[in-house]
């Protein structure tokens, strides 16, 4: 996996830097209705990578927020599992305590 990943990065890296190098000066425009933005191909280039960028991290976002969820029901559901273990053993204790007076 860490092989695979480095080949990725690696990889990536290599086609930032042609479409850095490579892309033109030809403008390009978006009206986005609220306003217009006007850029070249590489500034297009670079809004589609940060829109990516915001996408991976709200998706490592959701992730965490989901592990830390079920890590917080386990960690609940294994307390009420001892907490009854314990409530249990305690009232096994008192049942013998009273039938076996000393």
């Not at 209705?33 to 590489?42: K, M, N």
């Not at 280039?45 to 917080?72: D, H, K, P, Q, W």
């Amino acid at each position: 996996m860490l092989t695979l990943g480095l080949v990725l990065v690696v990889i990536s890296t290599v086609f930032l830097v042609a479409a850095l190098a490579g892309g033109s000066d030809d403008p390009a425009g978006f009206d986005l209705g609220i306003f217009d933005v006007e850029t070249d191909t590489r500034g297009v280039f670079l809004l589609g990578a940060a829109t990516v960028l915001l996408f991976v991290m709200g998706l490592e976002l959701i992730r965490s927020g989901v592990r830390r969820t079920n890590r917080v029901r386990k960690d609940k559901k294994q307390l009420k599992q001892l907490t009854q273990q314990r409530d249990t053993r305690d009232a096994d204790r008192n049942q013998q305590a009273a039938a076996d007076p000393e």
